[in-house]
Each structure stands twice: as structure tokens, then as C-alpha cells.
């Protein structure tokens, strides 16, 4: 089955946010602050009012009233404090895009800088333990005794692995079109993950009740969490609007991004595995320092996979977080699970090594009964069978032991697996179903961010109510059907096909039309630990003399439930794959610490994997039967496929040269 907008898409008939059209539309340019730190003195308005097409200029000398119990991101113009470099302290309205950038430029702003700190390090005094970490988990796991675990133990590893600052990077960056209707309304046509929750968003913002408010964003050109929650772009759209009495249009540049859209908290991990004679785990501690801004606490769950991996009698998993002059970090792909396990992963590999011991087999040895943290059984747990299905399709064996030691001619070889998990959610859902001409119409406010999920929606209803996916039409992107979350957590699928299943056996119930509410269908969900897990191959080639490092082989083998869709799994996956290989090799944003902004903020510098950096990654999954989870049973697969690469190619380095590289990314320079 094809993408159902497909032909939409590739004819450019498909509408983003930016390219929605209304009569009289201004757009407005956003001004950031080039402090870290410190306080607004003066904006020169008047002058920049006097430029030739412009409408309004926004800022704090004239403050708009908004929600107070909101994120404080959003609350735009509220007063001369500077938080991290970027932040948006001004704005330009005016009859052109053109217009509205050139005099957002011109507006002279003078600051009163203060000493900032933007350097996240191990021993920062002002380090502190969050009450919980995202979304509500604990912020610190113990059981056992970890000392006398690694006391006993035969071999230890204690290795620290650091992960950089990583951006995410949609081809669409973010845009919002605000339009006041007369009857005060609002309608934001914005890039969204998820348009029930952006319309509430941007309602208590603006201090309006959320029925005034309609975000429609029938297509949206990637997100990876970024666009999981409102971003200031939306607010500013609308109070630009209001300012100028017309309809506004905000386009995010890719520079402006990088401040005001998000992140992925840099990372430093300390990583001590205890094992017995023969390879079972006597401890695991994993202790975290990560950062947040001054602005507002975001505590990544980065041990959240350490939690759920491997048996081990004494287990310790720790998070502490500095408030810096930075902009707050966000989600990106498998936020916690995807940095955590690089760490986890990658010193697997090395106890592995220094036990003697093929780095399959040590994971077999400490699979685990049931959830290690919690002690609830799994709905499935098919690890072990990844990693047998991935080490016959990948011809893991015979693989030599020792680092270093193939070579083809100015090539280093080397192979290294990883396992990967990621949880299994979903959330309460609403939608509806009905008759529509010769053929049906299924109406949620989903997103489709490129993945495809209006496609897979379309086959469940199909499947759902016994007739053709061409009869049936689905609706999504808009917070004016049914409410759903976002998409987000790899929950999408889980969550919307849920609604929509109990929507179309209502319909063939009542013959015209249905409703489905899942809401307590959630809430009775068993106690059980849902996870996908999956296993990563990697062969890397590396240049002896510049570093270089090549990735000429990548497999993922995942059990994810059951698939729905296996062209869109496939993409999802090899997609996630691919991010996954850009964070191991490319992938970092470069912090500088003077004026305390980033430095890389463009794809030319930033560096995002290319066709020509993956010749070869492929993606499969065993079929899994797990009648735990939905009507589906299937488990998420937007953000498995990112998890474990980053170890895997690290530990395919480390066996093709013996250099074990604990810092991400492996650039040249860290190989010579
Ligand atoms: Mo994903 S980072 O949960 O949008």
C-alpha cells in the first residue's frame, strides 16, 4: 500500500504551515538576544518604526498579558531579563518577509551582559538531584549493594562516556501562520507533533478558552520531538497578528532553530559493570550528570534502559542536572533511552572484552526474568531471539576476538553489536467513524511527521471494518477532531489505532457511526513492562592514516509486536538507524564557551548523515505475538531504531583498530 498522500507530497499539492495562504498576511521575524546572560537596557524602536513596510515591533518594553502556569519558553516579551544567547527579546512585523527580516536585523538592542556558564562538567557545584526525571520516573534506582557487587566481582569495567549537545534537525523547520477570526478566535496553522495539545498550549498562553482555539497542520515535514511541544514560533505568530490587526506568518530560520526549538541534553555517564567468572552481572551503577537551563527544569530519563536490560543483583542508576545559560533542552529520538544506551552498550562491549567473552553471548547470560527495576514480568521480551536472528543474518561468526587485527590495504576491520530497547506505551485517544459516500471516514487528531501515520491508520481501519483501505478516508492534523496525543513516544500508532478500532466497531454496530474513547481502556491496562527490543549490527571500515571512519554494514533486527505497516516499519527504522549513525560519527553541536551560544547552528556545520554515509543498513524484526499491549498488538517503532547504533558502531571501531573511543562523535581526529 502506498503512502495515502503520497501523490500529495511529491506533486507539492501537500500543504505545510508556512504554505497555507490568507488574504493580508504580514509576517514576523523573531530578533534574538547575543547575550548568555544579563539584563536589556534599551531597545531602539522608533527607528526601526520608521523603516518603509514595517507594521509593529514586539518586546518587553510593552509586555503582553499571558497565562502565568505555562511553559516559561512561551511567554514571550515579559521583560528584559536575558536567560541563554538567542532568546527571542524582540520581534518585527511587516509587509514582507524581506521587510520583517532586514529591520529585525537593524533593531539596535544594548545589554548589560552578566558572567555566564554554558560548560556542563562532572564536578559543577551547582549540580542537584531532580525530584523525577521525564515523564515521572524516578530519578534514582537502588537495589542491592553496588560496592559489594563490584567487590565480589571478577572483572570490572568503570569507564565514563560523554555524549555532545545534539540538534534535531526536520527538513521543515518550524513555522506557524496565526489568523484572529472576528469573533476573538484564533486558528494557528503551525508544524506540530500534535495538535490537541498545541491548541491547549497556545490557549493558556494567550489566556483563551481552548474551544477558540484551532491549530490545523494536516502535514508536517519531521519533528523527532521537537515539535512535541509549542515552541515560541506559534506564540509569536499570534501576537504579532494581534499587534498588526492582520493575519502573521513566523518561519523559524535553521539558525534561530538551534536556540529556540530544543535539544538533546549533553551527557557525561559514569558506567561501573561487575561480572562473575562466568559473565553474569554482580553490579550495575550508572550515574548521570546532564544540564537544564535556568529557564525551566528538564530532567532526561537517560538510565531509563539500564533500568530494564540485564539481571543483576545490585543495581544503582543515578541522574543529576545543572541549570546553565542555556536554552532548555527537549526530546529528541528516544530521549533518555538513546544516549543512556550508548553508555550501557558501548561498556557491555568492553567487560565483554575484558572477560574473554563474545559480546552475544555475555548479554544472553544476563537476560533477566522479569524487569529488573520493577520486578514485573515483560508482555515479550524477544532480545535474545534479535540477537540470534542478527548474528546469523550479519555472519557474526566466526568473528576473531582481538581488536585491531583485519585489514584491507589502508582499511582497519572491525564488527560490533548492540541491543536496543525502547517502551511500549500508548495514551488515552479519542476518535470517530462514519459513513461517506460509498465509503468511510475516520476523523482524530493524529500528526502525520512523515511517518506515515495516516497511511497505518487507514490500514487498521480498513482491516477493522472488513472492506478495502481505498474506502476509507482518514483525517488527521487537526485539534478540531477528535482529541489524541501526540506523536510522540513512540505511542502514536498504539494510542490513535486503539481509538480508531473501537470507533469502527461501534460503526459496524450502529450502521452509521461510531465513537471510540479509549480512556478507560488505558487506565485498565495490566501491570506489565512493555519494551521493544532489537539488536545492532555494525561493520565499520576505518583509514589507517586520517581516521576516517566508514560504516559499511548496518543491521537492526527489533521485535516490536506486530508490524502494521511494513514499508513504513522499514523506513522508520533504517530512519532511526541512519540518526543513529550520524550520532555515533557526525552529529554535535559545538558549545562556545566565550559567548556562550552554539557554534555549529547550519547544516553545513552541523552534520546530519548523507545517502552516500549509509551504503548499506537494513532493518528486519521477528514476528512477536504479544496480546498485551492494543488491539493491534503492536508496539512503537518511531524511535527503537535510533537506540544501541551509536554503541554498536562505536564497538565496531573499537574492534577494527583497538582504539576505544568514549566520547561522541568519533571524529577523525580522535582515531590518529
Ligand atoms: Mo519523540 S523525541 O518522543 O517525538
Redesign the pocket.
Known amino acids: 500500500m502506498n503512502r495515502v498522500e503520497g501523490l500529495d507530497k511529491v506533486t507539492g499539492r501537500a500543504t505545510y504551515a508556512y504554505e497555507h495562504t490568507v488574504p493580508g498576511v504580514a509576517y514576523a521575524h523573531a530578533v534574538p538576544s547575543t547575550i548568555a546572560r544579563g539584563r536589556i537596557r534599551s531597545i531602539d524602536t522608533a527607528a526601526v518604526l520608521a523603516i518603509p513596510g514595517v507594521l509593529a515591533v514586539l518586546s518587553g518594553d510593552d509586555p503582553p498579558e499571558l497565562g502565568e502556569d505555562v511553559d516559561p519558553e512561551l511567554r514571550l516579551f515579559q521583560g528584559r531579563t536575558v536567560a541563554y544567547h538567542g532568546q527571542i527579546v524582540a520581534a518585527v512585523v511587516a509587509e514582507t518577509l524581506e521587510i520583517a527580516r532586514d529591520a529585525a536585523g537593524a533593531l539596535r538592542i544594548e545589554y548589560d551582559a552578566e558572567p555566564h556558564d554554558v560548560r556542563l562538567r562532572p564536578d559543577h557545584p551547582g549540580l542537584y538531584r531532580p525530584e523525577t526525571v521525564n515523564p515521572g520516573l524516578p530519578t534514582d534506582v537502588e537495589y542491592g549493594d553496588v560496592a559489594a557487587g563490584l567487590a565480589s566481582a571478577v572483572v570490572t569495567v568503570d569507564a565514563t562516556y560523554t555524549t555532545p549537545v545534539l540538534h534535531n534537525n526536520p527538513i521543515e523547520p518550524h513555522a506557524a501562520l496565526a489568523v484572529w477570526e472576528e469573533d476573538g478566535g484564533l486558528t494557528v496553522y503551525d508544524s506540530t ?1 500534535g495538535a490537541s495539545a498545541d491548541r491547549d498550549a497556545i490557549a493558556a498562553v494567550l489566556r483563551l478558552p481552548p474551544e477558540q482555539v484551532r491549530v490545523v497542520s494536516p502535514h508536517v515535514g519531521g ?3 521537537c515539535k ?1 511541544t509549542t515552541r515560541p514560533s506559534a506564540i509569536l505568530a499570534a501576537l504579532a497578528a494581534r499587534a498588526a490587526g492582520r493575519p502573521v506568518k513566523v518561519a523559524v530560520t535553521r539558525q534561530q532553530m538551534f536556540d529556540v526549538t530544543g535539544y538533546r541534553t549533553p551527557t557525561i555517564q559514569r558506567l561501573r559493570l561487575g561480572a562473575d567468572a562466568v559473565g553474569r552481572l554482580t553490579a550495575v551503577a550508572h550515574d548521570i550528570v546532564e544540564q537544564t537551563s535556568t529557564v525551566r527544569e528538564f530532567a532526561e530519563q537517560t538510565a531509563a534502559g539500564t533500568r530494564v536490560m540485564y539481571a543483576t543483583p545490585n543495581l544503582r542508576t543515578t541522574h543529576r542536572l545543572v541549570r546553565l545559560d542555556v536554552p532548555t533542552p527537549s ?5 533518555g533511552e538513546c544516549p543512556g544506551m550508548y553508555a550501557l552498550e558501548s561498556a557491555m562491549d568492553e567487560l565483554a572484552h575484558a572477560a574473554g567473552m563474545d559480546p552475544i553471548e555475555l548479554r544472553v547470560v544476563n537476560e533477566p526474568d522479569t524487569e529488573p527495576e520493577s520486578g514485573l514480568p515483560f508482555s515479550s521480551r524477544n532480545l535474545i531471539a534479535c540477537l540470534r536472528e542478527g548474528a546469523h543474518r550479519f555472519g557474526w561468526d566466526p568473528r576473531h576476538r582481538d581488536p585491531g587485527v583485519r585489514r584491507d590495504g589502508r582499511w582497519l576491520v572491525g564488527t560490533g553489536v548492540a541491543a536496543s530497547t525502547y517502551p511500549s506505551r500508548r495514551s488515552a485517544a479519542q476518535a470517530d467513524a462514519a459513513i461517506d459516500g460509498d465509503g468511510f471516514v475516520v476523523r482524530i487528531a493524529a500528526a502525520d511527521i512523515g511517518t506515515g501515520a495516516r497511511t497505518a491508520l487507514t490500514r487498521i481501519a480498513a482491516q477493522t471494518l472488513g472492506v478495502s483501505p481505498d474506502r476509507v478516508r482518514v483525517e488527521v492534523g487537526d485539534s478540531a477532531l477528535p482529541r489524541a496525543p501526540l ?4 505511542m502514536g500508532t498504539a494510542s490513535w489505532g486503539s481509538a480508531v478500532v473501537k470507533a469502527c466497531e461501534g460503526l459496524l454496530k450502529n450502521g452509521e457511526h461510531g465513537t471510540g474513547d479509549t480512556t478507560e481502556d488505558v487506565e485498565a491496562d495490566s501491570k506489565l513492562a512493555r519494551h521493544a527490543f532489537g539488536a545492532q549490527f555494525a561493520e565499520v571500515r576505518v583509514d589507517v592514516d586520517t581516521g576516517e571512519v566508514r560504516v559499511s554494514r548496518l543491521l537492526g533486527v527489533f521485535a516490536a509486536g506486530r508490524i502494521v505497516d511494513p514499508v513504513l516499519a522499514r523506513s522508520q527504522l533504517i530512519g532511526g538507524m541512519t540518526m543513529g549513525l550520524g550520532m555515533a560519527l557526525m552529529e554535535g553541536t559545538v558549545v562556545d564557551e566565550r559567548f556562550g551560544d552554539f557554534l555549529t547552528d547550519d547544516l553545513a556545520q552541523y552534520h546530519v548523515a548523507a545517502c552516500a554515509d549509509v551504503p548499506d543498513v537494513e532493518a528486519v524484526w521477528i514476528d512477536e505475538d504479544d496480546p498485551h499491549l492494543n488491539p493491534m498488538g503492536a508496539k512503537g517503532i ?2 527503537i531504531g535510533i537506540v544501541g547504533t551509536a554503541a554498536a558502531i562505536a564497538n565496531a571501531v573499537f574492534h577494527a583498530t583497538g582504539r576505544r573511543v568514549r566520547d561522541l562523535p568519533i571524529t577523525p581526529d580522535k582515531l590518529l
Open positions: 507533533q519533528g523527532f520531538g512535541g526530546w529528541m529520538r528516544a530521549p506523536a510522540g513516544g513512540s518511531g524511535e
